[in-house]
Structure formats: C-alpha cells, structure tokens
C-alpha cells in the first residue's frame, strides 16, 4: 500500500498543505523545530488513528484550533480522519467506521525513531507491541483473537477489582482462555519464523554476534494457562487484576546464554534494535505482499555512519514507500542513485523542492 496524496489541516504547527508523494522515496528535510516530525506524525496518524508521540490525539490539534484534519488517497482507498475535542471520526471511501482495525488493517506502516532502540532494553509491552504488529497483518485471525481477549481480561478485571459478582470468573476465566492460546500459539510461532530472518540481518549488523531471541509466555512454564489462572485466582482476587496471562508475555533476547543489556555495548544494542526492526519489515513484506509505509525519524542522530549506510543498504532491496527526514536535504548515501521527491519543511510551511 503507498499513500499517493496527503492534505492536512492543523496538525501541530502544519497549517494547511496538500501534498503529492513519490511512491517509493520521499526526503523531508528542515531545521530543528519546523516541523518534520510531525509531518511523519500525520501520516502515521492516518493509517493508524493514533500517534507514536502521545496517547492523547488531542494533543496534535494546533494550539490555537480546536479540530485538526487529515485526508489521505492511498493506492486503492481514501482515508479521512477528524478530531475535534474528544471525538474522532474516521472515514474510509467515504463511509464513517467504528472500529479502529478497519483503518489500520489497510495499510501496513512503522516507523524508525529513537524510540524503536527501546525495544532492547524498554518494557516487554514494546516487545509485545512490535510482536503484535508483524501478526496483525500477516495472520488474519489475529485482529479478532486479540479484541476477544481484550474485552475478557477487561471484563476479569473488572470482576476483581469490584469484588463483585465473583462466581462469574469461571465464565470469564472461559473466554480469555481461548483467545489467549489462539495468540499464545501465533506470537510462539511467529518469533521462531522471525529468529530466523533475524539471524541474516545480524550478520550484517552486528558482525555475527550470536544472539538469541525467545518467546517467553507470561505464566509460569510448568503451568497451562488453564491451571495457571486457577492456581493464582486468590492472588488476583488480593490484587484486583490478572497477574499471568499472555499480556504479561515478552521477548527475551540474549547472547550465549546471558542477557543482551549486560553484554552489548549503547552502539550494538541500537544495531539490534533496527536488525529486529528490519526483519518484522521483511516478514510483513513477504507474508502480506503489501508494500509498507515506513518512515525514518532523524536516523543519523541515532546511528553511526557505518549502521546508517547498512540499514539503507537493506531498505532499498524491501518493497517499501520511504519518508525519510534530514536536516539537511542530502539523500542517504546508499540510497544516492534512486528518485526521490522532496519536501522543505520551513516553520510550519511545506513546498515541495527539486534536487538541483
Ligand atoms: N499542538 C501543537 N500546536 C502547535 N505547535 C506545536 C504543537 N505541538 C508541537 N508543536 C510545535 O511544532 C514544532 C515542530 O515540531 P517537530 O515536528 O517536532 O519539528 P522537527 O521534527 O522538524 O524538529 C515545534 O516547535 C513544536 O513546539
Ligand atoms: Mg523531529
């Protein structure tokens, strides 16, 4: 999927632009502060009804607005979205959706920012995050499996922390199971397919480190996920919420045998974040044979020259729709022989430029 066309309208401190895009590279290029990001940030915020930036949409609104809107022509659908105070309103060819996943199953995006080297040595939700986003759109029951475990670890815990109406966790305890081993199975799956895509991209960018990555499940191994939430009921009761299941699930990676915190240096563990990273890229690219949107936030202050070049190196062999921001308005050098089109972003203000 590549998005051909964006207009916005009081998206942070982007007034009002519509904007015609390469499908393959786009340069963003502008000072600190003039607004590049968020120009990513609109576009993300298109395909996925939410920021990488905030929780709170509203906070996209320009300050002296009260709504922002955005509109978007993709290869083979139209995309509005709207929020104005709380409510949010998207529109997919014209029709007004309810559920978020009717948007964000269209187009597959990511994004590579400062944040995504938190995906090492950052909470396991990251890691789950990023697990979850490669199955979203390669399996196509995992959207519905993971809105039916949600409203039941919602409902159990509820239970818990009202203290009422306990006699009904069996039934819940019921409905989360199933859903539960259906995403216990996919994610377990999933990692070993990645551990193996991974194991090419390390040789490359960690110079052959051995690194492992496993599936660790959020109960205790000697348990089922059935005996588990029967052994711990009484403790979720004293807590008032589910203390095991697979939302506590996480990623484990580690080097012959000891944890990847204690063995890589700040360089290395960023390399093994964007190795992770381009290996998801590569199996949702293979497996949904949909091109991505991926957009590139101020990789050069995060990486040395040598990983910049590597990384680049990679992405131009992937079916990908490229936004890359800079400083400066230099292509990559690795990228140096392709067509881009570039956008200058100045206070706010975005114009399109030629390469001279
Ligand atoms: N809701 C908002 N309304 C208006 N301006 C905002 C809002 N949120 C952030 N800004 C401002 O937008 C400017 C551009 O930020 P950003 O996109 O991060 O710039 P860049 O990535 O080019 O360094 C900043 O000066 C920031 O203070
Ligand atoms: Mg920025």
Known sequence: MTISQLSLTDFRNLRSATLDFDPCFNLIAGENGSGKTSLLEAIFVLCQAHSFRTCHLKQCINHTKSNLLLFG???????????????????????????????????????????????????????????DWCLF????????SWSEFKHALRQRNRLLKTRQDLKLLDYWDEHLLKPSLRLHQMRKRQCAVLQKIFALELDELLHG?????????????????KESLIEHRQRDV????????????????????????????????KRLGIALMLAALKLVNKCSQQRIILLIDDLQSELDLD???????????????LFISNIDSGKPEAL?????????????????????
Do not use: C
């Open 238 to 269: 004293q807590s008032g919420f589910t203390n095991f299941g697979v939302h506590r699930d996480d990623l484990i990676l580690t080097s012959q045998g000891r944890k990847v915190g204690e063995v890589l240096s700040r360089g290395q563990s």
């Open 137 to 144: 759109h390669v399996e196509h029951s995992f959207a519905e």
């Open 209 to 225: 480190i051995p690194i492992e990555l496993e599936y660790r499940q959020g109960w205790p191994e000697s348990l089922e996920l």
């Open 73 to 131: 022509r993709f290869s083979d659908f139209k995309a509005g979205l709207s929020r104005s105070g709380s409510k949010l309103v998207i529109h997919v060819n014209g029709e007004a959706v309810k559920r978020r996943s009717e948007l964000v199953k269209r187009a597959p995006i990511n994004i590579v920012n400062s944040d995504s080297f938190a995906l090492i040595d950052g909470a396991p939700q990251k890691r789950r995050a990023f697990i």
């Open 336 to 356: 140096a022989a392709k067509e881009f089109k570039m956008f200058h972003v100045e206070h706010g203000t975005i114009k399109p430029r030629n390469f001279s």
């Open 307 to 321: 990983a910049q070049k590597r990384v680049y190196q990679q992405l131009r062999e992937m079916d990908l729709q």
